[in-house]
């Protein structure tokens, strides 16, 4: 923040209000003053001329809300039990003019003149939008925690303050009003300044003069004539400015002024005489141009008003659409939605083409502030798909719906999107190694299964395969040093059914004879159960064998 030593009202002041964005003119930037129009505003700071001030204005308005402002100060000072200093302060191209501000810097003071509506809403606590601007920007620049804003007739009796704290909201709305004031600016042309329009009707037409006496004695009639029609055919139609319409309503009343003055000549002179052709058709025709002429003004008056309405309605919402695909370009894509602007609303009850076009140009602007933010946040969710989604694109293919939202939520679906996509492509990957692991121990195991020497089928008898051709396995029982203990009585339980030594022999396992108990190793019942399996295999493969045969 910077201070600036000035006194209000003088050139140094009234110079650099020029050029800074005050605080006091941000309600009229948003289009939310009554006092200041925007268009206004942009005009002043495009000429570089302060906006006049009639002496009634000055003198019962500013400087008495000056002359109230310091007789309240020591009040406030008293409640806030502070000092407060008047400072003109900047930050960048925004300003603020404080009516009062703390030592410290952390509270503000804004003093307005008392009126009862605005004492009442402030006893309420409500800071009307017309002044809530002024208090935010003095916050945005200053950089204080609260502003107490008051409003006084100078003396304690009539005294209303609320505390005004910063909004979020409020400092982004100013700023992007700024933002896109400036701009405006940048391409402002000022329109042409004329005074306010008051109508005016056609040259004066002369007095009508007639006098009969059973014939017409004297008359002026086809001078009359001659002048009327060219004073008719002279009238403006071509109806564009405020002038223009205003002189086009007042003509339509000249006109049935004018029929009206005729059907009373008429009338004074059939009191005259009962028959004069040529003074009646001379009559009869002026009125009945009058009376076109009035027919057509008024039905080209309310033509053109509604024509003129329409074209400035028109010119809104080509600009705005203009804006939009600009808005597009910049991000690549139409990736804008539609921005509302409610131009008919804000052309509701203006009756002149500079209210309609500052209702316009107002609304356009805001409209323009909402589709710069959306731009905005579109830009900062597709820069974070580009960084972070840039390999997972067919992840998002409603990006269009996706970029609208807000920032920290688009975030969210990114990074849930993607850690899903990872955890289900790490289980995909978990499953495929599984099943080529299945698949290599499934060849595996028939690998090894065909490496096994196939059983010859012989056509005996099961009994005599089972006695003439033992199956060997190879045992190590000869290589165990540690003495038999497994009895024949124990295989049979094991296996559930019953064998003999001669048959476990014949297999290739020879009992070890103690005390009349048949032995075997531990260690080869093993191989004894797979001995005893491929008997099995094989007697039933010649089983089959036979029966086949």
Known sequence: MITHDLVQGSQEWDEFRLNHFGASEAAAMLGLSPKVKRSELLHMKWTGNAKEFSKFVQERILDKGHEVEAAARPHVESLLGEDLFPVTCSEGILSASCDGLTMGEDIAFEHKLWNEELGDSVTRGIVPDEYMPQCQQIMMVTGCTKVFFVVSDGTPDKCALTAVEPSPDWFERIRTGWEQFEKDLETY??????????????????????????????????????????????????????????????????????????????????????????????????????????????????????????DIYNEGVNALRDHIAHLNDRLGKPYMPTVQADFAGAMRGKKTVTSLRDAVSTTLATAKIEANATADKIEINLKALRDQAKDYAFLFSDTAQLVLKAADDCQAVITARISEHKQAEEKRLAAERERIAEEERVKAEAKAAAAQPEPVATPVPVSAAVKSEPVKQPTQATAIATPPTLRLGQICERLGFTVNAEFLAGLGFTATIEKGAKLYHEDDFGSICLAISKHISAVASEFRFEIAA
């Not at 005489?273 to 003074?279: C, R």
Request: charged share 35%; net charge negative.
């Open 189 to 310: 042309t000022p329109p042409d300044v004329k005074a306010e329009s008051v109508g005016r009707t056609p040259e004066s037409l002369p007095s009508l003069r007639i006098e009969v006496t059973g014939m017409v004695t004297a008359s002026n009639l086809a001078q009359f004539k001659e002048h009327a029609l060219e004073v008719f055919a002279g009238i403006n139609r071509d109806l564009k400015t405020d002038q223009d319409f205003a002189d086009a309503e007042k003509t339509v009343k000249w006109c049935g002024d004018v029929e009206d003055r005729l059907k009373a000549a008429k009338a004074h002179a059939l009191s005259q005489t009962e028959s004069i052709d040529v003074l009646f058709k001379a009559i009869d025709d002026i009125t009945a141009e009058a009376r076109n002429t009035r027919l057509e003004l008024d039905k080209l008056v309310k033509a053109r008003k509604e024509q003129v309405r329409t």
